[in-house]
Every structure is written in C-alpha cells, then in structure tokens.
C-alpha cells in the first residue's frame, strides 16, 4: 500500500525521536512491500527561526496533502522564558490542531510488568493498569476568547464548549470502551462549571446509544487522586481538553517514564500522530531522549491506515526491547543505550524478528542483536 506521510520534528528533542519512528516505518514499509513517502517540514520555534511564524502555510499545505502526519515535539527555552512574546512555538501546534480538524485526542496509557518498579507509585495499585484516555482537543479553555486589561492588572480565558464538540469526541470514546471492557468514565467539574454540566448532560443522553457500556463520573480532582490510588479502576476515560491535558500527563507516572507515552489526534479528514511528552530542550543531541513514544504513536498510525499486523509488529518489538532492557536512560540509568541505539534495535527486530531469540551475548556486546 502507499501513503505520504507528513513529518513535522518540530524542536528540542522532536527531531531525534522523530528520526527513529521513520526508521521503524521504513522497515515496516520494507517488510511488508508498502510504499511510504515522508515529506518534512517545519514547525514550532523551528519554524520561526526562519518564517517568522511557528506553522507556515508551506507546512500546513504538506500536512493538508498527506495521508497522515508524524510529529515530534514543540517549544523553546527562549519564547518559554520570555513572558512579553507575542507569538510562541506552541501555538503553531494548537493552529494545525484546529486547521486539520483534530477534535479528538486518543492517549494509551499501560503499566509494563518489566517497568513497575520504575514508578514512583506503588506496584500493587498500578499492575495490571490499562487505560485510554479521549481528550477533546480543539474546543475548551485553550481556544476560548483571551484578554487583558488594558493597565495589565487582570487578564481571562473564556472555556466554550457545545453539544456538537461533546458529542462527537463521545461517540469516538464510547465505541473504543464497546472494544475494551465495557466501561467509561466521564471526568468534569460539574459541581461548579457550566461547561462541565453541558458534558454531563449531553453523554448522560447520548450513553443510551451504547446500553452495553456503563458510564461512570468523577469529578477532576477526585479523578487525579484515584489516578494515583487506583488506576486499576479505569478503561475509557472521556475529558475535556485542559483536564485531558493535565490527566494523561499525570497518569505518564503509571508506565514509569513518560517517554513510552504515544498519542493520536484525529479529526473527521485528517489525523496525526505524536508522542505526549514535550521538546526536552536540556536533552537536546545528548543522545538520551526516549525514541518509544514517537515509535508507538507511529503504530497507532499504522493502524490508522489499517496496518493492524503491521502495528503489532512494532508493539511486540517495543515489548521486547524492555523484556531485554535495551532502553533509554530514562528506563535503564545503570547500562542504557542512546536514542539511536534503541532506534537501531527496534529496526533489526522489526526486520529479522523470525530469526529470534536474541542473541544476549551480542545484546550487551552493542552489536547484532538478531541471530
């Protein structure tokens, strides 16, 4: 099959990771006998530096022209630092949000058996934790009407949200607990908003479409402390986009490092594909930014496009490399391996993986992994 693919590394750390998911879907795309044409373009402070804005209509018509877009990581020490600007890298991202329509933010969260030790929350409440989390990503508080006084003493940020916007992140969110046990959880505040009782009239109403799914409620703050209590407890998780921000970010503690979080942002044309964490500018060409999130969101790409084996594939590759604690340093701090290393790992996997086992004594080598 042939698709184009728009890659959008953006900064910080986004163009390292970004480079081994296209690693990996060159070697699916090998494998397979697919055809994939990656088309690169910037966007962010990188795009700043030299369009003067962070999404150049160059970029937003590549994005437009493609089957689906791959991005890697947004934001600059020198706009987060300076209070006064005007334009900063981050509103490049939430424009190409609203440009492509990607009302719907789809965020995996898993707790990995061979990991569990790495988060700082205990083992017993966090094994066996598998969730997704729906955000609503175009409407609320991020895109709602902004305003300062004019002597610069008070400013607001107006959150709108309508039936339209709730219903159709609901439905999305709905269909994917009918494929996963039958449960979803709505997260407001509506005890006190009236966008939050909006949510929880209209999925209330539309929850007798879907009779076999039980639909549940906590408030945020209740929901952020059960995260952490009991994560256990949550399949579907429907918020809307300031506390589906917030939420996914904190449950990144449950897989142990943020860096294996994936995400997809889909609209009813469009779709892209990104890992959760951010630019990471201190790790910028270190070498020891975590590739797994960007290689995952890349198989949820893949099963976009219906690749379901395919995406698999990578999963299990992915499954492996932390079974054999071929990781990062976010993971693995006594005997880690760089960016690219894990890149080239997953590769040689994904290209040989009949040929297992893996061949230990060459793992720790740093040389073929593949026998």
């Known amino acids: 099959m042939k698709f184009t693919i728009a890659v959008l590394p953006g900064d910080g750390i986004g163009p390292e990771i970004t480079q081994q998911s296209v690693k990996v879907l060159k070697a699916i795309a090998e494998r397979f006998e697919h055809e994939f044409k990656f088309e690169e373009a910037l966007v962010g402070a990188a795009a700043m530096d030299l369009f003067e804005t962070p999404l150049p209509d160059s970029t937003l018509k590549i994005c437009k022209n493609s089957d689906a877009v791959l991005f890697g990581a947004i934001g600059d020490p020198k706009y987060d630092n300076d209070p006064s600007a005007k334009v900063r890298p981050e509103q490049g991202l ?28 205990k083992a017993e409440n966090i094994q066996g934790a598998n969730m997704v989390i729906f955000r609503e990503l175009t409407g609320g508080i991020y895109f709602g009407e902004k305003s300062t006084s004019e002597d610069g003493k008070s400013a607001s940020d107006l959150c709108t949200y309508s039936v339209e916007e709730i219903e159709r992140i609901a439905h999305l969110a709905f269909q994917a607990a009918q494929k996963r046990s039958k449960k979803l959880t709505l997260v407001d505040k509506a005890n ?17 479409k879907y009779e076999d799914v039980t639909l549940d409620f906590l408030f945020i703050d209740n929901a952020a402390m059960q995260m952490i209590l009991n ?21 990144s503690v449950i897989g142990g490092s943020i860096g294996l979080l994936e995400s997809a942002s889909i609209g009813n044309k469009y779709s892209m594909f990104e890992p959760i964490h951010g630019s990471y500018p201190q790790a910028k060409g270190k070498g020891i930014a975590n590739p797994v999130a960007s290689i995952l969101s890349a198989a949820m790409m893949l099963d976009h496009f219906g690749l379901t084996e395919e995406a698999k594939l990578v999963r ?13 340093k976010d993971i693995n701090n006594d005997n880690h391996y760089s960016t690219e290393k894990v890149g080239d790992f997953l590769e040689s996997v994904i290209s040989d993986i009949d040929d297992l086992p893996i061949n230990d004594e060459n793992l720790n080598l740093g040389q073929m992994t593949i026998i």
Do not use: H
């Not at 299990?316 to 990062?328: D, F, G, K, P, R």
């Open 94 to 121: 939430l424009k190409l949000r609203k440009e492509l329509g990607l009302f719907a933010n789809i965020r995996p969260v898993k707790a990995y058996d061979k990991l569990i030790n790495k988060s700082p929350l």
């Open 231 to 251: 994560p256990k407890q949550f399949d579907v998780i429907l918020t809307e986009n300031m506390f589906g921000d917030i939420l996914s970010d904190e449950a």
């Open 192 to 208: 006190v908003l009236e966008t939050s009782r909006l949510w929880r009239k209209t999925v209330t109403s539309l929850a007798k």
């Open 316 to 328: 299990n590759a992915v499954e492996i490399s932390i079974q054999l604690n071929v990781c990062t």
